[in-house]
T-cell receptor
Framework: DAGVIQSPRHEVTEMGQEVTLRCKPI?????LFWYRQTMMRGLELLIY????????DSGMPEDRFSAKMPNASFSTLKIQPSEPRDSAVYFC?????????FGPGTRLTVL | AQSVSQHNHHVILSEAASLELGCNYS??????LFWYVQYPGQHLQLLLK??????LVKGIKGFEAEFIKSKFSFNLRKPSVQWSDTAEYFC?????????????FGTGTRLQVFP
């Protein structure tokens, strides 16, 4: 298996622009997680899905952030409008039996 | 709410020194426990995990961890570290009997190994 796939790997955008991050979980996994990692705040869970349904979105910072999982093989995390403080590495992870497998991450820079 | 504490935020060692990183969790029920490693510029990778059975768990690259239920601890150990072990290490816990795969992560321990 190719593992968890994320795109893009790097994104540089200007403040106010819309940003969409994409994730393809490992085939057969039924849970998907979005994390954000920064030096200041460490690793934060933003939202997770089980069987394509959002279960816990309490970590989503504010209404500018939204996430969808239209099917078992694809999820998006959207930031609109983006702000410089959103600069971070965003990881997607998937799991089937408790163990989470992480993707390579998307490094987002908002200027 | 569950929480995970990693008291060592930054550890500096010389090669061949022994390593022990502390991890304590707050949940009193059945737990699944994990250690993940994040090498510089990379994503988190699983080092080892404990679900049940032998409380001494052996993982990749010579790492091991011991689950001590009475102390709510799951400390990571390695008898002789290498320069290539320089990384950040995260302890994580999952509610064992729950139907969620959500993990509670500790804040991480940054390990620097000097030649």
């Amino acid at each position: 298996d190719a593992g968890v796939i994320q795109s893009p790997r790097h994104e540089v955008t200007e403040m106010g622009q819309e940003v969409t991050l994409r994730c393809k979980p490992i085939s057969g996994h039924n849970s998907l997680f979005w994390y954000r990692q920064t030096m200041m705040r460490g690793l934060e869970l933003l939202i997770y899905f089980n069987n394509n349904v959002p279960i816990d979105d309490s970590g989503m910072p504010e209404d500018r952030f939204s996430a969808k999982m239209p099917n078992a093989s694809f999820s998006t995390l959207k930031i609109q409008p983006s702000e410089p403080r959103d600069s971070a590495v965003y990881f997607c992870a998937s799991s089937l039996t408790k163990e989470q497998f992480f993707g390579p991450g998307t490094r987002l820079t908002v200027l | 709410a569950q929480s995970v504490s990693q008291h060592n935020h930054h550890v500096i060692l010389s090669e061949a020194a022994s390593l022990e990183l502390g991890c304590n969790y707050s949940y009193g029920g059945t737990v699944n426990l994990f250690w993940y490693v994040q090498y510089p510029g990379q994503h988190l990778q699983l080092l080892l995990k404990y679900f049940s059975g032998d409380p001494l768990v052996k993982g990749i690259k010579g790492f091991e961890a011991e689950f001590i239920k009475s102390k709510f601890s799951f400390n990571l150990r390695k008898p002789s570290v290498q320069w290539s072990d320089t990384a950040e290490y995260f302890c994580a816990v999952n509610e064992g009997r729950g139907n969620t795969d959500k993990l509670i992560f500790g804040t991480g321990t940054r390990l620097q190994v000097f030649p």
